[in-house]
């Protein structure tokens, strides 16, 4: 059975940074492109960045600079560091693992950026 645990969100202030995990079970974690996807209140999930099995680094527009995707295949683990946070960025953060047609989410973790 496929699982995907977000782990990491939590409250910080604007200027802070969190670095967010997703530990992968039941899958071969390195043949799986992943990525992080986020959800505010009231808007669409959307893409935050995205790591295919080669390494290969996709980024949306807000994530550029401030953001990394990283990937320890040896411990099944996708992270995402995240800087210089402001709070537009507070949402629910998704891990995603997808092969082919196949796709599964973790169960999201929360960040919010406020003073």
């Known amino acids: 059975q496929v699982q995907l645990v977000e782990s990491g969100g939590g409250l910080v202030q604007p200027g802070g940074s969190l670095r967010l995990s997703c530990a992968a079970s039941g899958i071969i974690f390195r043949l799986y492109a992943m990525g992080w996807y986020r959800q505010a209140p009231g808007k669409q999930r959307e893409l935050v960045a995205a790591?295919?099995?080669?390494?290969?680094?996709n980024y949306a527009g807000p994530a550029k600079g401030r953001f990394t995707i990283s990937r320890d295949n040896a411990k099944s683990t996708l992270y995402l560091q995240m800087n210089s946070l402001q709070p537009e960025d507070t949402a629910v953060y998704y891990c995603n693992a997808a092969r082919s047609s196949w796709s599964s989410w973790g169960q999201g973790t929360q960040v919010t950026v406020s003073s």
């Open positions: 790591i295919t099995s080669g390494g290969s680094t």
